[in-house]
């Protein structure tokens, strides 16, 4: 970290692959994996871990974008607020709760967490042909991302 730097933003970059056990009502995730282009169909009974992806689209949060980069590199990322096909990442982009400068001594220490509590998203009916087009199924939403840096 260059001293004397001042940082206003932070960055991660997160597969799209989550692997997540919940319910809704009659339905649970147990079902049939989801795809970039398809999301998971749901089943009825005990929840079971299921593999959601973070379904391709656009008009999302312009603070977050896909990309094939597992780093920094921008080259052939998205537009910002669109997941694409092809791409096995996403980059998720906030504002710090106050600017912060690195003075050259200590190094800073800092905690991110990701709340997926509310990000499983259950849609129409459990079973059936995986939306998006059918408007059934489940996919991911955004997570909900704290910081702190001491």
């Keep these: 970290i ?3 730097t001042t940082y206003t933003h932070g960055q991660v970059v ?3 692959i989550f692997w997540v056990k919940g319910t809704s009502g009659s339905c649970s995730t147990g079902g049939t994996a989801g795809t970039t282009s398809a999301w998971g169909v749901g089943t009825t009974g005990t929840a ?3 593999k959601i992806w973070a379904s391709n689209g656009t008009g999302m949060s312009t603070s977050m974008n ?3 980069n597992k780093d920094e590199t921008e080259t052939g ?3 910002d607020g669109e997941l694409d096909n092809g791409d096995q990442y996403m980059k998720f982009r906030w504002a ?4 912060y400068t690195y003075d050259g001594f200590r190094v ?3 905690t991110i967490s990701f709340d997926l509590s509310a990000a499983l998203t259950f849609n129409g009916t459990c079973g059936g042909t995986a939306g998006p087009a059918s408007g059934h199924g489940i996919y991911m939403s955004a997570p909900v991302l704290t910081n702190t840096i001491e």
């Design 66 to 68: 896909s990309s094939s």
């Design 96 to 99: 710090l709760a106050s600017p």
């Design 77 to 79: 990322d998205s537009t």
């Design 108 to 110: 800073p220490k800092m």
């Design 14 to 16: 997160l597969d799209r």
């Design 48 to 50: 079971a871990l299921q």
């Design 2 to 4: 260059p001293k004397g």
